[in-house]
């Protein structure tokens, strides 16, 4: 009889909602200037919640995923609706402490290898070159692989032995700060002088490294570092 209350009382899913384009509508939804298309290189289900995109000397496609962006104000909502209350009060609050710590299983970060392997200019299969991450924020192309943001470290990735996935892991830089995730360390990029620049997220640090003499701390500001482990 609870149980039959508590269903009873639950807010019903909306069914008007508006239903998501696929890939090819998406791309014809955009509006570009005269000369210029857009074309589908890639989409669900080979990837989820793309964070970055990378191509390699090799013309390989890297992609960075960050799974579990506000899924602890998910789970919050989800528990609300139970008790058959709309909520219409507009105001920005902090998910419960008990669904961030059940958010922590769903968040992570993966890096994937796609490939087009009928030459159509389409990926149809990707590879999990790296899993089980903190989440990541974008990823850059070095030493024959990959340079990853995902705070409180920058990570390379290389794979030596071609299955295609990473065996090679090395941790570059550790310390920097963690905390909501739209505010990680991100979208690391070549700058022209041979430096890799990223945008500044949480506070953090000291930041530790192999190759750091000693602990440094960043100011708040975009900041950058050498392929091979040295901090600008």
């Not at 005269?34 to 919640?49: D, K, N, Q, Y």
């Not at 974008?138 to 943001?149: D, Q, S």
């Not at 953090?204 to 750091?212: A, D, E, F, V």
């Not at 602990?215 to 500001?221: A, F, Q, R, W």
Request: hydrophobic share 40%; net charge neutral; proline share 7%.
């Amino acid at each position: 009889m609870l149980t039959t209350l508590t269903d009873a009382a639950q807010i019903p899913t909306p069914t008007g909602a508006t239903k998501a384009r696929t890939p090819e509508q998406s791309a014809a939804a955009f509006k570009l200037p005269a000369g210029f298309r857009m074309e589908v290189i890639a989409s669900e289900p080979l990837l989820a919640s793309p964070s970055g995109i990378c191509w390699d000397e090799r013309g390989r496609m890297f992609v960075s995923e960050l799974h579990g962006y506000n899924l602890a104000g998910q789970l919050d909502i989800e528990e609300l609706n139970k008790s058959g209350k709309l909520d219409t009060q507009v105001r920005r609050v902090q998910a419960d402490e008990k669904f961030k710590k059940a958010a922590e299983a769903g968040t992570f970060g993966v890096i994937k290898l796609l490939r087009d392997t009928d030459g159509d200019g389409r990926m149809d299969r990707a590879t999990v070159f790296a899993t089980n991450l903190p989440p990541a924020y974008g990823l850059v192309p070095a030493r024959g692989g990959v340079i990853v943001a995902c705070a409180p470290h920058i990570l390379f990735f290389a794979d030596r032995d071609g299955d295609g996935k990473a065996e090679v892991r090395e941790t570059l830089f550790t310390g920097f700060g963690t905390g909501e995730l739209e505010r990680g360390i991100n979208a690391p990029q070549w700058g022209a002088d041979g430096w890799i620049y990223f945008g500044r997220g949480w506070p953090g640090g000291p930041i530790t490294g192999p190759k750091l003499a000693k602990p440094m701390n960043l100011p708040g500001s975009n900041f950058r570092i050498r392929a091979d482990g040295w901090l600008g």
